[in-house]
C-alpha cells in the first residue's frame, strides 16, 4: 500500500509491503526533529525553489535490512571554523570526533573507538563524488553503522553544511 503522493506537493511517502516498507519525509522539521545535533545558531535551512528539498528522513525496512538516512543543508555566514569548532563539541555526545578531508583523516584521532574512520563513507563513495566534495571537511562520530556527519564547505558568502545521521544495514562492508 503507497500512502502520500508527490505530485499535490505532499513530499511525503510511505510504502507498506507484508515484510517491510519504505517512509520517505522531507520538511526542515520531520528532519530536525530525530537527528540528534542542534542547528547552528543563526543557519538557515538551504531551499530549493522555496521548499525543504534539502531536507530528508528517509526509513528502509525489509527483513532484517534496516537503512535510515536523514540529512539536511545549512548556510551560515559565519567562517567554516565557527561551525566546525562548534559540531565539534556536539558530535562529542557520540563519543570521538575525527576530521575528514578528501576521506582521510585530518589530526588526531584518526579512527573512532567504534572503528569509524573516514573511509567508512556510508553517502558518497566513489571517485565522482570525491571528486565533488574535494573543498569539504567532514567531522564524524559514531560507528561503522550508525554515524552522525557534518559536512562542511566554505563559500563566498559563509558556509554551506549538512547535518546527516546514517543507520546502515547490519552486513555493511568497509569498501577500500
Given at each position: 500500500?503507497?500512502?502520500?503522493?508527490?505530485?499535490?506537493?505532499k513530499?511525503n511517502v510511505?510504502?507498506?509491503?507484508?515484510?517491510?516498507g519504505?517512509?520517505?519525509r522531507?520538511?526542515d522539521?520531520?528532519?530536525?526533529?530525530?537527528?540528534?545535533?542542534p542547528?547552528?545558531p543563526?543557519?538557515?535551512?538551504?531551499?530549493e525553489?522555496?521548499?525543504d528539498k534539502n531536507?530528508?528522513?528517509?526509513d528502509?525496512?525489509?527483513?532484517s535490512?534496516?537503512?535510515?538516512?536523514k540529512?539536511?543543508?545549512y548556510?551560515?555566514?559565519?567562517?567554516?571554523?565557527?561551525?566546525?569548532?562548534?559540531y565539534?563539541k556536539?558530535?562529542?555526545?557520540?563519543?570521538?570526533?575525527?576530521e575528514?578531508?578528501?576521506h582521510?583523516?585530518v589530526?588526531t584521532?584518526t579512527?573512532?573507538?567504534?572503528?569509524l574512520?573516514?573511509?567508512?563513507?556510508?553517502?558518497?563513495?566513489g571517485?565522482?563524488?570525491q571528486?565533488e566534495n574535494a573543498?569539504?571537511?567532514?567531522?564524524?562520530?559514531g560507528?561503522?553503522?550508525?554515524?552522525?556527519?557534518?559536512?562542511?564547505?566554505q563559500k563566498?558568502?559563509?558556509?554551506?553544511?549538512a547535518?546527516?545521521a546514517?543507520d546502515?544495514p547490519?552486513?555493511?562492508?568497509?569498501?577500500?
Amino acid at each position: 500500500m503507497v500512502k502520500g503522493n508527490i505530485a499535490d506537493g505532499k513530499d511525503n511517502v510511505k510504502v507498506e509491503i507484508p515484510f517491510g516498507g519504505m517512509q520517505v519525509r522531507t520538511g526542515d522539521h520531520a528532519v530536525v526533529a530525530g537527528l540528534g545535533l542542534p542547528v547552528y545558531p543563526g543557519a538557515t535551512a538551504l531551499k530549493e525553489d522555496g521548499k525543504d528539498k534539502n531536507a530528508v528522513d528517509m526509513d528502509m525496512s525489509f527483513g532484517s535490512f534496516h537503512l535510515r538516512i536523514k540529512a539536511i543543508g545549512y548556510h551560515s555566514g559565519d567562517s567554516p571554523d565557527k561551525v566546525l569548532a562548534f559540531y565539534k563539541k556536539s558530535l562529542g555526545r557520540y563519543g570521538d570526533v575525527i576530521e575528514c578531508r578528501n576521506h582521510q583523516a585530518v589530526g588526531t584521532p584518526t579512527k573512532t573507538a567504534e572503528g569509524l574512520t573516514c573511509a567508512n563513507d556510508g553517502y558518497s563513495n566513489g571517485t565522482q563524488a570525491q571528486k565533488e566534495n574535494a573543498d569539504e571537511t567532514q567531522l564524524k562520530a559514531g560507528s561503522k553503522l550508525h554515524q552522525h556527519i557534518v559536512a562542511v564547505t566554505q563559500k563566498s558568502d559563509g558556509t554551506k553544511f549538512a547535518l546527516i545521521a546514517l543507520d546502515l544495514p547490519g552486513d555493511h562492508r568497509e569498501t577500500n
